[in-house]
T-cell receptor
Framework: QKEVEQDPGPLSVPEGAIVSLNCTYS??????FMWYRQYSRKGPELLMY????GNKEDGRFTAQVDKSSKYISLFIRDSQPSDSATYLC???????????FGKGTLLTVNP | DGGITQSPKYLFRKEGQNVTLSCEQNLNHDAMYWYRQDPGQGLRLIYY???????QKGDIAEGYSVSREKKESFPLTVTSAQKNPTAFYLC?????????????FGPGTRLTVT
C-alpha cells in the first residue's frame, strides 16, 4: 500500500460547482497536511496547511482532516476557471521533515 | 521580493552530457530540496540539504549530484549516468525550525535530453 493515495482524475466541473479533492494515507505518523496548487508548467504553490483534525477555511477553500480515518480533503466552493490546475496533497510526519506527496488531481473548471 | 529562482526555464542537451540546473533562494531558508516530476508520477525527492556543506540522498539520487556551498544556492547536476533524465525539475526550500514544515517551490526547469 502506498503511503499516500490521491485520485489523479481528471476532474471536470462547471463553473460555480463545489469541488472535493481527496487523499488517503496509511501512516499514522503524518501530523501536518498541506495542499498545493500547480498550474501547467509552473512550480507548485502552497494553498493551505493544517495539523489538526477538523476544518480550516480560507476564502473559497476548506481543508478538512480526519486523522481517525486517515483521510484529508480540499473543498473549493464557487469554483472558477482560474481554479483549473493540478492539486497535490503533501504530508509530513514525526521527526522527518520531508514531504510525502500525492500524485496530484488534475481539475478543470469549465466556464 | 523574496522567492526561489531556477534557471534556465527550458534546457536541451544531448545524451551523454552532464548538465547543471541552478537554484537560488533569498528567503533565508535553511533547507533546500530537489524534486523530479514526471507525468502521472507526482514529485519524487532527489536530494535535500539542511545546512551548508551537507546534503542527503532522497528517493531517486542515482545519476544526480548536488553541492551546497552557500546557504542561498543548491545547484543540481544531472550526469550522463542518469538513464532517463528528461523531466521537469523543481527546487524548493523551507525553514527547518518550523511548526508545519511547508516548502516553497521555484518555477521549475524542463530538461529535455535527446
Amino acid at each position: 500500500q502506498k503511503e499516500v493515495e490521491q485520485d489523479p482524475g481528471p476532474l471536470s466541473v462547471p463553473e460555480g460547482a463545489i469541488v472535493s479533492l481527496n487523499c488517503t494515507y496509511s501512516n499514522s505518523a503524518f501530523q501536518y497536511f498541506m495542499w498545493y496548487r500547480q498550474y501547467s508548467r509552473k512550480g507548485p504553490e502552497l494553498l493551505m496547511y493544517t495539523y489538526s483534525s477538523g476544518n480550516k477555511e480560507d476564502g473559497r477553500f476548506t481543508a478538512q482532516v480526519d486523522k481517525s480515518s486517515k483521510y484529508i480533503s480540499l473543498f473549493i466552493r464557487d469554483s472558477q476557471p482560474s481554479d483549473s490546475a493540478t492539486y497535490l496533497c503533501a504530508l509530513v510526519g514525526g521527526s522527518n521533515y520531508k514531504l510525502t506527496f500525492g500524485k496530484g488531481t488534475l481539475l478543470t473548471v469549465n466556464p | 521580493d523574496g522567492g526561489i529562482t531556477q534557471s534556465p526555464k527550458y534546457l536541451f542537451r544531448k545524451e551523454g552530457q552532464n548538465v547543471t540546473l541552478s537554484c537560488e533562494q533569498n528567503l533565508n531558508h535553511d533547507a533546500m530540496y530537489w524534486y523530479r516530476q514526471d507525468p502521472g508520477q507526482g514529485l519524487r525527492l532527489i536530494y535535500y540539504s539542511q545546512i551548508v556543506n551537507d546534503f542527503q540522498k532522497g528517493d531517486i539520487a542515482e545519476g544526480y549530484s548536488v553541492s551546497r556551498e552557500k546557504k542561498e544556492s543548491f545547484p543540481l547536476t544531472v550526469t550522463s549516468a542518469q538513464k532517463n533524465p528528461t523531466a521537469f525539475y523543481l527546487c524548493a526550500s523551507s525553514q527547518i525550525v518550523s511548526v508545519t514544515y511547508e516548502q516553497y517551490f521555484g518555477p521549475g526547469t524542463r530538461l529535455t535530453v535527446t
